[in-house]
């Protein structure tokens, strides 16, 4: 099975800041990489496809990029509801796998 | 607009089984996957498998083989989950969401199941 690596699993964070979430994936996974958010409660809510692609009502401030074997979640200016869990999710090749998530919270 | 609408929280008894749904509406239920998750309680995502309503075909992940079955109803839009041999490790929210392009871009809203005697 591919593994996804994620880090950090928890991030404390202020307003403003410039936070990056990453996973790297055990193998080649091309850029079949998603992004979610996920707040108590609730179903997640996909964020970022294709790895850098910006899901449909997603905030501009949210942005994914890859580099090799490792791919970002990048939150340019957090904002109070931004403060969820993430998780990554890999579609390449089954069974699909989810990142271990972080939990990004208000310093 | 695109919507699945799951069945409601269970409560069931160890090594019972249990049958979920997911009513699909607003888009072409035949021509999209439909994926379904597991979050066991305070815990991450897991994925176990998918269904292709249009065939019925179906993918599982091998922790899941033999504890799940995904079936879909063509005539009433709507998947289904089926756990049998429910243990206590069962318990879980489990989701269905929709696959294709962008793929997992609409879920349920959760399904809770408990089991305890």
């Known amino acids: 099975d591919i593994q996804m690596t994620q880090s950090p699993s928890s991030l404390p964070a202020s307003l403003g800041d410039r936070v990056i979430i990453t996973c790297r994936a055990s193998?080649?996974?091309?850029?079949?990489l998603r992004w979610f958010q996920q707040k108590p409660g609730r179903s997640p809510r996909l964020m970022i496809y294709?790895?850098?692609n910006q899901a449909a009502g997603a905030p501009s401030r949210f942005s994914g990029s890859r580099s090799g074997p490792d791919y970002s979640l990048t939150i340019s200016s957090l904002e109070s509801e931004d403060m969820a869990d993430y998780y990554c999710?890999?579609?390449?090749?089954?069974?699909?796998?989810f990142g271990s998530g972080t939990k990004l919270e208000i310093k | 607009q695109v919507q699945l609408q799951q069945s409601g929280t269970e409560l069931v008894k160890p090594a019972s089984s249990v049958k979920i749904s997911c009513k699909a509406s607003?888009?072409?239920?035949?021509?999209?996957?439909m994926h379904w998750i597991r979050q066991q309680p305070g815990n991450g995502l897991e994925w176990i498998g998918w269904?292709?309503?249009?065939?019925?075909?179906?993918r599982y992940n091998q922790k899941f083989d033999g504890k799940t079955t995904l079936t879909a109803d063509k005539s009433s839009s709507t998947a289904y989950m089926q756990l049998s041999s429910l243990t206590s490790e069962d318990s879980a929210v489990y989701f269905c969401?929709?696959?294709?392009?962008?793929?997992?871009?609409?879920w349920g809203q959760g399904v809770m199941v408990t089991v305890s005697s």
């Open positions: 269904i292709y309503p249009g065939n019925g075909n179906t």
């Open positions: 193998q080649d996974i091309g850029d079949y």
């Open positions: 999710l890999q579609s390449k090749e089954s069974p699909f796998t």
């Open positions: 607003g888009y072409t239920f035949t021509s999209n996957y």
């Open positions: 294709g790895a850098i």
């Open positions: 969401v929709r696959g294709g392009l962008p793929g997992f871009d609409y």
